[in-house]
């Protein structure tokens, strides 16, 4: 099956920087990236995603850019503030019918 | 809308004990359906996934098996529960067409004791 890496796994910056999380991807068939976020103890949630005819996605202080070549997907956020603290999920897809998912990214925005 | 109900939220278990979660999905048919584990500070590990009734797909070898009685039901079971079982099971939904997003439901916190 997919195998996708992501990282890092921890992730601290100061309240108004920008954070970025990148995720790889081994199958080339796979043609959907979406990205969820976890708050503790909560169900993962969707906050954007992207699709293999698209090289870049942005919704207001996040998006995600798409390698296919190089078989990586990154997320940006911009502006982080504390309630952006959680951990981020980057997922692929290649059918619709499996959602592989990377490791986690721990992110910690500092006031 | 669609909704996705998952239950308990939380279980205590000993070892050996038998396990039954169950998830269901409203407001919509023929969904594609998840179950995933998350172990404390990892990440999600896609368990089963089930594209019809009776149709179950099993990614690792495990402790653990899947079941779809019905379109909109999931469910996840084991005869005797290990330590290894703890962990965070999500089950989840999506449309089941290319290029969609996949729904979770709230979670099951289960500790084997």
């Known amino acids: 099956g997919e195998n996708v890496e992501q990282h890092p796994s921890t992730l601290s910056v100061q309240e108004g920087d920008s954070a970025v999380i990148k995720c790889t991807y081994s199958?080339?068939?796979?043609?959907?990236f979406p990205w969820y976020k976890q708050e503790l103890g909560k169900r993962p949630q969707l906050i954007i995603d992207?699709?293999?005819?698209?090289g870049e996605k942005k919704d207001q202080r996040i998006a995600v850019t798409l390698n296919k070549t190089a078989k990586h997907f990154s997320l940006h956020i911009t502006e982080t503030q504390p309630e952006d603290s959680a951990v981020y999920f980057c997922?692929?897809?290649?059918?619709?019918?499996?959602?592989?998912f990377g490791t986690g990214t721990s992110l910690t925005v500092i006031p | 809308s669609q909704t996705i109900h998952q239950w308990p939220a939380t279980l205590v278990q000993p070892v050996g004990s038998p396990l039954s979660l169950e998830c269901t999905v409203e407001?919509?048919?023929?969904?594609?359906l998840y179950w995933y584990r998350q172990a404390a500070g990892r990440g999600l590990q896609l368990l089963f996934y089930?594209?019809?009734?009776?149709?179950i797909s099993s990614e690792v070898p495990q402790n653990l098996s899947a079941s779809r009685p019905q379109d909109r039901q999931f469910i996840l079971s084991s005869k005797k529960l290990l330590l290894s079982d703890s962990g965070f099971y999500l089950c989840?939904?999506?449309?089941?067409?290319?290029?969609?997003?996949?729904?979770f439901g709230q979670g099951t916190r289960l500790t084997v004791v």
């Open positions: 989840a939904w999506s449309m089941g067409q290319l290029n969609t997003e996949a729904f």
């Open positions: 199958d080339s068939a796979s043609n959907y």
């Open positions: 992207i699709r293999s005819n698209v």
């Open positions: 997922a692929a897809s290649m059918t619709g019918n499996q959602f592989y």
């Open positions: 407001g919509t048919s023929n969904p594609n």
């Open positions: 089930s594209v019809g009734i009776g149709q």
